[in-house]
């Protein structure tokens, strides 16, 4: 008999192997619960079985995962998606499950195992018809995708598929009962329900309000986190008694909080007991499989597998498509919701737990929503390059709108390309135009591009990481490009096309914080802005003014640690105005032009040894071509040295190269 401890330690040893595993294959940490849970069960290893504990832990981790759902239930989100959140999601999970009912009553002339009445089927519809909220968000926001015009429908069908456990969290095991009390069940779950949102949200809201506030003052984050379990694990418990779930209370919790200021506090309080317990869930999960049963019916698990997913796949694009999609945008959205989601074991669960559905359907139903979520990763990957070939005007729109971004920059020279128009790169734009410098921007945000040509503004739908977006651009005319949005997996992407199509082009890129810079400065990156390092000068400066030292200094050692770390960036080219200035002994940029006769010509930079004298060599210009400095290379006449350094440092070392 395996003690809780024992039990405890084996399930976190288990998680913590499988997330590593599946990390290092850069698959979904979920994926890595279900695959650890199916290795540790009884029906495998028998290294732990689904005693009182473990389930203890897995309810508890749909407590958290409903509570979070709640938190991020926002009335003003879902009014802006409401055609996306109540047009197409509520018709996708509808279709769904009546489509489920249909095919059970063309069961009868299958096996017994597979004979399910419609309570049944409702219950395993309502599971088929859920999608993966946290596989498919991440590869969304990998991919930049989030605001694209399939990615607002994809999460739009998410959100509704979201809102629709809490109903089937009531109705599943209210299924269960026979069919003469079938009806009164339902009602009285219904009045339950009613009854118990309505005292928890209209006295729960003023009171969820007053006691945060009341705890707050406090000043203790221990008391606060006690707070947090208590509020969340008291609803559940309050529903639970009321004959409802604990799931569906720890949802309404989450919706009280999210009304209140402490939202994004407890947001992130949270989300380590979530994730951790949910990832137990996920292992008791895969604990259910019988592997054996399994691969001795992989026909049936094949056929379970390829079919609702198709037909999931075929419902949503039709979906998409009737409610105004192109034909890509409709096939993007059904790829990206065609999978197996995690609710969809929750409700699963539950209808196993009240002996719905038979547990031999069970395993192999199961079975099939673990292969579909493993296959998830790799079908959105390559959606594009599938619909590119299915989609027989794809190709067309998309040439077209190439074609278009390309007559746009077609007069345009010595311009620099923003990529991404978002905060940062609309800033950027807003100085570029006040000092008349040319600029063009790319967007993967249609309504945004949309607004923004409305207006006037130089900006096209195009995708930075791809080659031809790039070409049609004018990657080859332009003065530089600038990657406005700090992810390093897309910027390296970029930076790699650059290197291809323009060599010799200043690529400014923006970053979290100081990790990324070997990364990024090695995949071609002339500078890299960290955002941790500007908001720590500002806050250095502010709170040194604050201080009472004299605003003189504060700028001096801002721009000294600026001057630091942006070496692409220290001095500048000085000119007659700057002779008398206070600050001329600096560091400064001057570039020499070698003549025939100079000892530099014919020699190697590293026999000048140039840095001897305190001077950095930034650049040489060789005609109408830049050549980065590298110890190799070979000066010749005519060439241009760009020296950096102080005065005195800048002048010998001119005399070297100079001197005959």
Request: hydrophobic share 55%; charged share 20%; glycine share 8%.
């Amino acid at each position: 008999m395996t003690s809780g401890l024992e039990l405890t330690l084996l399930l976190l040893g288990s998680a913590v192997l499988g997330v590593v595993a599946f990390r290092m294959l850069h698959l979904p940490p979920m994926l890595g619960y279900l695959a650890v849970g199916v290795l540790i069960g009884p029906n495998a290893l028998n290294l732990a079985d689904n005693g009182p504990t473990t389930h203890a832990l897995a309810e508890f981790g749909v407590v958290f995962l409903m509570f979070s759902i709640g938190l991020e239930f926002s009335l003003a989100q879902l009014k802006a998606m409401r055609r996306i959140v109540f047009g197409l999601g509520l018709a996708q999970v509808a279709l769904t499950v009546l489509a489920t009912v249909a095919v059970s009553f063309f069961a009868s002339m299958l096996p017994p195992a597979f004979r399910i009445g419609w309570q049944a089927a409702l219950a395993l519809g309502g599971a088929l018809a859920m999608s993966s909220t946290a596989i498919v968000s991440k590869m969304l926001t990998e991919r930049l995708e989030l605001e694209s015009e399939h990615g607002r429908r994809i999460i739009g069908i998410l959100l509704f598929q979201d809102l629709a456990v809490v109903p089937l969290l009531i109705l599943i095991p209210s299924l269960a009962k026979p069919a003469e009390e079938l009806a009164m069940t339902l009602a009285w779950a219904g009045v339950k329900a009613a009854a118990v949102l309505a005292l928890l949200l209209f006295f729960g809201q003023k009171l969820m309000r007053q006691w945060f506030t009341v705890v707050v003052k406090r000043r203790s984050q221990e008391l606060f986190m006690l707070n947090l379990l208590l509020v969340t694990l008291g609803a559940a418990w309050i529903t639970e008694h009321a004959g409802l779930s604990m799931a569906l209370g720890a949802f309404v919790a989450g919706m009280l909080i999210s009304e209140t200021q402490y939202k994004h506090q407890v947001e992130e309080d949270i989300k380590p007991f979530r994730d951790v317990l949910l990832g137990l869930f996920f292992i008791t999960i895969g604990m259910l499989l019988n592997v054996q049963l399994v691969l001795a019916n992989w026909w049936i698990v094949l056929l379970l597998l390829v079919v609702p997913v198709v037909l999931k796949f075929a419902l949503i694009a039709a979906l998409a498509k009737a409610f105004g999609s192109s034909d890509g945008v409709a096939l993007r959205t059904g790829f990206g919701l065609a999978q197996a989601g995690e609710f969809g074991f929750v409700l699963l669960n539950l209808a196993s737990g009240s002996k719905l559905i038979d547990p031999f359907v069970i395993q192999l139903v199961l079975a099939s929503m673990v292969l579909s979520m493993l296959a998830a990763p790799f079908v959105i990957a390559n959606m594009d390059k599938i619909v590119m070939k299915i989609a027989s005007n794809e190709w067309m729109l998309q040439s077209l709108q190439l074609t278009q971004l390309a007559s746009r920059t077609m007069k345009a020279q010595k311009h620099v390309i923003i990529a991404g128009f978002g905060r940062s790169g609309q800033s950027l734009a807003t100085l570029l135009s006040e000092e008349k410098l040319a600029w063009y921007a790319l967007d993967l945000d249609p309504e945004r591009v949309q607004e923004a040509r409305s207006a006037g503004v130089d900006v096209s739908y195009g995708d930075c990481t791809r080659r031809e977006a790039l070409i049609a651009a004018g990657i080859n005319r332009a003065s530089a490009l600038v990657i406005t949005f700090a992810d390093t997996r897309l910027a390296v992407k970029v930076l790699h096309l650059v290197h291809e199509l323009a060599p010799e082009l200043p690529v400014i890129v923006r970053a979290h914080d100081d990790r990324e810079l070997d990364v990024l400065k090695q995949a071609g990156a002339t500078e890299v802005v960290p955002e941790a390092l500007e908001s720590s000068l500002m806050l250095a400066s502010h709170a040194l003014v604050a201080m009472g030292v004299p605003l003189r200094r504060v700028v001096h050692r801002v721009q000294a640690a600026r001057d630091e770390r942006y070496a692409s960036l220290r001095g500048f080219f000085h000119g007659a105005s700057d002779a008398d200035d206070a600050e001329d002994a600096g560091v400064h940029l001057h570039s020499v032009t070698l003549k025939d006769d100079a000892d530099a010509v014919g020699r190697r930079l590293m026999e000048l040894e140039l840095d001897a004298f305190g001077a950095e060599v930034t650049a040489v210009r060789r005609g109408e071509d830049r050549i980065e400095p590298d110890a190799q290379v070979e000066l010749r006449a005519g060439d241009v040295v760009v020296l950096r350094g102080t005065g005195d440092a800048v002048s010998r070392a001119e005399g070297r190269l100079v001197r005959t």
